[in-house]
């Protein structure tokens, strides 16, 4: 026998219950015979008198779908026939009365049972109903009929985040940024239901580990020993695993934890968000292994220590660009990654590859102007001095209101230095001027501008 809900089916009578009870099974008999329309009958009457029971709602819309071959558009002119009905809806749903709402979104789907505006009009009414259950239930048809509707996803998330299922929240969210990439109020929904998922997470971990605190405390039990006992039973917990190399992450031993994720991916071999924290595990050992070795170098520049900081450097590159070749393979279209790799390859002299990289990356408002400083000095490293100059100058405008940021006072510095080895003394000295105006003191500026003077002095000021 169905499952009865809290609401409506609680106030029936022992009777009516017993009447819808034997429609339902009636409905499920002639259903599963192939006559669609007889146990259409029945299951209306189910769903009419019952509208929170969630079993007699999905029997009702799989039946139709059944009558209709799953065509996924309904009876022919379905729009046109329901004409009236939609008429009614819409005007029961003007003056929230909500049982009609859904009298009349029933009529509709008889129609078409794929009608993702209906099902959207009878999901809000089913929950300012009481009628959870079927209320979500009739939101996620919706969404199935049309999965990148803003509305119906805005809708559905908000519903879903105060009954604290926060994943499928988050899916809604997703699917309205995969529509819409820029919507300022998707993106920052995600954010907080991601932490609302966090914090629901740790607060239940919280009660399990206090609970076995107790337990594990008599036992004499380390906490690695807690966790190691735990992956024997459990060795495919992927939670498990991730709570224990961060428990290495948290003490700073960062070896147990590149071991610990490196044993995890022998669980887990093609988990990418293990492998991304592998490599940036490898690299963060080879950086403070690399920063040891150096403060070692200061105060002992030996041979064999120059060797071993060679060495440490090697390590130190090979992990980086191991780590930004797989956030790449994970992301290829990541502009903050591109710049990351044209940044390292600035670094290792390869400015021709560093620039396709960066200029992949230029598109991007927020690191516009970083990217256009970096080609510069690119292309200012291969001697392309006036391509060099005009990506300064783009890296100027992209930065706006923030030249008086470390990057900005840098573009304008560059530019006029290049300006005036180009001899365009003009624009080097508008450049000059610019800067002091924001940091007199910064580097030489002040006697750069003398010279600058002098030579448009002797020039005639016609440089």
Known sequence: MPQEENQPNAQLSPALRARLQKCYE????????????????????????????????????????????????????????GGTARSQLKIAEARSKFEDVLKSGAELLKLNPWDSAVFFSMGKASVALGYDDTGLALLKHAI???????????????????????DDAIACCQRILNAKSSDYEASNQMKDLLLQKTMQHME?????AEKEAEEHAANNLTEEDV????????????????????????????????DTIRRALKQFPDDKSLQLRYDDVRRERARGELSRIEEQLKSNPTDALK????????????????????????????????????????????????????????????IKGACFLAIAQCFEKIKQYKLALSHYEKAISAFGANLDSEQGKSALYSCALLAAGLRDYKKAEGLLEKLAAIDFSYKNVAPLLD???EKLNNSGGNH
């Not at 239940?204 to 399990?208: C, D, G, N, Q, W």
């Open 26 to 81: 009636f409905g499920n008999q002639k259903m599963q015979a192939g006559e669609y329309d007889y146990a259409n009958e029945m299951f209306s009457q189910c769903y009419a008198q019952a509208p929170g029971n969630l079993i007699y709602l999905q029997s009702f819309v799989a039946n139709l779908r059944m009558k209709y071959g799953n065509n996924k558009k309904g009876a022919s002119f379905a729009k046109l026939k």
């Open 307 to 366: 060797q071993k900081f060679l060495e440490a450097k090697k390590a130190f590159d090979e992990a980086t660009l191991s780590l930004i070749q797989r956030k790449l393979a994970a992301n290829p279209n990541s502009s903050s990654v591109r710049f990351e790799f044209g940044q390292f390859l600035m670094g290792h002299g390869k400015f021709r590859e560093a620039i396709g990289e960066l200029q992949k990356a230029q598109q991007d408002d927020s």
């Open 144 to 166: 199935d009929s049309d999965p990148n509707n803003i509305e119906i996803n805005r809708y559905a998330a908000k519903e879903l985040a105060q009954r604290e299922l926060f």
């Open 451 to 453: 010279k600058i003077a």
């Open 227 to 258: 966790f190691e006992k735990k992956l024997a039973k459990t060795p495919d917990d992927r939670d498990l695993w991730l709570d224990y190399i961060q428990f290495f992450n948290m003490k700073g031993n960062r070896r147990k934890e590149e």
């Open 204 to 208: 239940r971990k919280k009660t399990a």
